[in-house]
T-cell receptor, first 113, second 111 residues
Framework: DAGVTQSPTHLIKTRGQQVTLRCSPK?????VSWYQQALGQGPQFIFQ???????QRGNFPDRFSGHQFPNYSSELNVNALLLGDSALYLC????????????FGPGTRLTVT | DAKTTQPPSMDCAEGRAANLPCNHS???????VYWYRQIHSQGPQYIIH???NNETNEMASLIITEDRKSSTLILPHATLRDTAVYYC????????????FGSGTKLNVKP
């Protein structure tokens, strides 16, 4: 049973560019959440997708957007990249119902130069 | 969600029990306590969660005080592989699936 997978593992982009990160949830999970983790800090919640809609959003600008597909996989898009967007981006999946412990992927390390 | 307070770092000798405290004095009656850990540069790993009763699984035990204002995660026999940042998170049904991660406790297990 595959856990949460993310791609790519590492990514280097230039300031002003756009980036797309991908996530496949754990088998049977229907909810995907995205987190940003800056170096030395805890993960910060970006948003959550369920039934292909954004259900909750953290304190992130509109440059951060996402999508969920019918197979429950998800994408995180970041436009007009800033140096401060350099971070580890984590995807977590869970069941929509129940107490919903989240299972995290290994993350994508984004470096903006 | 109720916020949590954890010590920034702790040391533990290999083979001994590691007891990681967490204060969550503003917790509400329907909020759960979750523990995750993050080994360097990996995704956080779920450890255990509970509401009011003590919980135990193959990884750890969770002790929640009777007033629910604090809890302790116990790793009964710490190994070097348990060296990680441990996050205590309080989450309730009004903020479904959103986990607020604080700064966590860096546990250093030493030989």
């Amino acid at each position: 049973d595959a856990g949460v997978t993310q791609s790519p593992t590492h990514l280097i982009k230039t300031r002003g560019q756009q980036v797309t990160l991908r996530c496949s949830p754990k088998s049977g999970h229907d909810t995907v959440s995205w987190y940003q983790q800056a170096l030395g800090q805890g993960p910060q919640f970006i948003f959550q997708y369920y039934e292909e809609e954004e259900r909750q959003r953290g304190n992130f600008p509109d440059r951060f957007s996402g999508h969920q597909f019918p197979n429950y996989s998800s994408e995180l898009n970041v436009n007009a990249l800033l140096l401060g967007d350099s971070a580890l981006y984590l995807c977590a999946s869970s069941f929509e119902t129940g107490r919903n412990e989240q299972y995290f992927g290994p993350g994508t390390r984004l470096t903006v130069t | 969600d109720a916020k949590t307070t954890q010590p920034p770092s702790m040391d533990c000798a290999e083979g001994r029990a590691a007891n990681l405290p967490c204060n969550h004095s503003t917790i509400s009656g329907n909020e759960y306590v979750y523990w995750y850990r993050q080994i360097h540069s990996q995704g956080p790993q779920y450890i255990i969660h509970g509401l009011k009763n003590n919980e135990t699984n193959e990884m750890a035990s969770l002790i929640i005080t009777e007033d629910r204002k604090s809890s302790t995660l116990i790793l009964p026999h710490a190994t070097l592989r348990d060296t990680a940042v441990y996050y205590c998170i309080v989450r309730g049904p009004h903020n479904f699936n959103k986990f607020y991660f604080g700064s966590g406790t860096k546990l250093n297990v030493k030989p």
